[in-house]
């Protein structure tokens, strides 16, 4: 079975700067789909950015962004000029190409200081 | 477009009462996924309908959990009886067929006493 480990249950970033979070996941598939979901104090979860293995590209939304690491299975998210609006829950997920379900990590909580 | 709808948003019972959780998707959408919150164990798909059926309840906990999805624009899932430990945050997802992008509901926050 797949599993997805966040190792830091805490992060914190000064406000315009840049964070990392990170993500490693174990599975024997060679084709899958990676996502960061981000869940603010109103408790929806919301999708941040998302990774098709086979594309070698690291994807890009506005201030977020990935470093996929197929070999070392890590799909690390980075937070570029950090807000306020920023702080929230951040899980990441893998999903199967053979199945709808998500797997999810732990998560991180990232709390943004002025 | 509302987005997902879940109700109630908070629910408190008292162990052994019936509780059930309800779900409008997304119109439209065709999949539509219950996933469980808790401290221990995080989020976890305890089960997820294609067109109205049940493909994937490998997740549902016990025989005490029960869902459904009558038509494509409501869902259901049951707990009955109750007990503490299913105190968590109940997620509905809908998504616009496989593999498509997921919409989550704002969650059920259960409290078992």
């Known amino acids: 079975a797949q599993t997805v480990t966040q190792s830091q249950p805490e992060m914190s970033v000064q406000e315009a700067e840049t964070v990392t979070l990170s993500c490693t996941y174990d599975?024997?598939?060679?084709?899958?789909?990676l996502f960061w979901y981000k869940q603010p104090p109103s408790r929806q979860m919301i999708l941040v950015i998302r990774?098709?293995?086979?594309?070698?590209q690291n994807a890009t939304e506005n201030r977020f962004s990935v470093n996929f690491q197929k070999a070392a299975k890590s799909f690390s998210l980075k937070i570029s000029d950090s807000q306020l609006g920023d702080a929230a829950m951040y899980f990441c997920?893998?999903?199967?190409?053979?199945?709808?379900?998500?797997?999810f990590g732990k998560g991180t909580k990232l709390t943004v200081n002025p | 477009d509302a987005g997902v709808i879940q109700s109630p948003r908070h629910e408190v019972t008292e162990m052994g009462q019936e509780v059930t959780l309800r779900c409008k998707p997304i119109?439209?959408?065709?999949?539509l996924f219950w996933y469980r919150q808790t401290m221990m164990r995080g989020l976890e798909l305890l089960i997820y309908?294609?067109?109205?059926?049940?493909?994937?309840d490998s997740g549902m906990p016990e025989d005490r959990f029960s869902a459904k999805m009558p038509n494509a624009s409501f869902s259901t899932l049951k707990i009955q009886p109750s007990e503490p430990r299913d105190s968590a945050v109940y997620f509905c997802?809908?998504?616009?067929?496989?593999?498509?992008?997921?919409?989550f509901g704002s969650g059920t926050q259960l409290s078992v006493l």
């Open positions: 119109s439209g959408h065709n999949s």
């Open positions: 997802a809908s998504s616009r067929g496989q593999y498509e992008k997921l919409f």
């Open positions: 997920a893998y999903r199967s190409p053979y199945s709808e379900k998500l797997v």
């Open positions: 309908f294609n067109n109205n059926v049940p493909i994937d």
């Open positions: 990774q098709e293995a086979y594309k070698q």
């Open positions: 599975t024997s598939e060679s084709d899958y789909y």
